[in-house]
């Protein structure tokens, strides 16, 4: 038996670079992006099939939940779209070294923010 072999390995003490963590964020946008447009083309149908299957939709987007999750979806696509950007940018050879690469994952961050609070504005109606 190899007795160097992690008994417990506390998954606590790893501390992720930044932009280890919009990569992981992008991929997990990615995600959100492709489950949640079962439910939005879902309404889309339910929506376009008559006046009653209209009423259902408009209806039901008027509830917190929907709201709560429609946001959550455009959430993600701004942060897909934000970090897509940036991984096209870096296709181009540009912010690959270390430094502009946290400089990018820093502004991958924070325009993403700005966009998803003006997406809760849009959609709350704050």
């Known amino acids: 038996m ?3 072999r992690p008994v417990n390995l506390d998954l ?3 501390h992720f670079p930044l932009p280890a963590i919009t990569s992981i964020l992008h991929r997990i946008s990615g995600v959100i992006i492709f489950v949640g447009l079962a439910f939005l083309l879902y309404g889309l149908d339910l929506s376009l099939s008559g006046e009653d ?3 259902q ?3 039901l987007l008027d509830s917190f939940l929907a709201k709560l999750i429609v946001w959550g979806i455009l959430s993600a696509l701004l942060y897909h779209l934000v970090a897509g950007i940036k991984h096209l940018i870096m296709d181009m050879g540009y912010g690959e070294e270390l430094e ?3 400089l990018a994952a820093k502004a991958t961050v924070v325009v993403s923010v700005i ?3 003006l997406a809760g504005v849009w ?3 704050l």
Do not use: E, H, Y
């Open 2 to 4: 190899n007795s160097k």
């Open 57 to 59: 939709v408009s209806a």
């Open 53 to 55: 299957g209209f009423n």
């Open 12 to 14: 606590g003490k790893f």
């Open 115 to 117: 966009l998803i609070v």
């Open 123 to 125: 959609i709350w109606g």
């Open 100 to 102: 502009s690469g946290r």
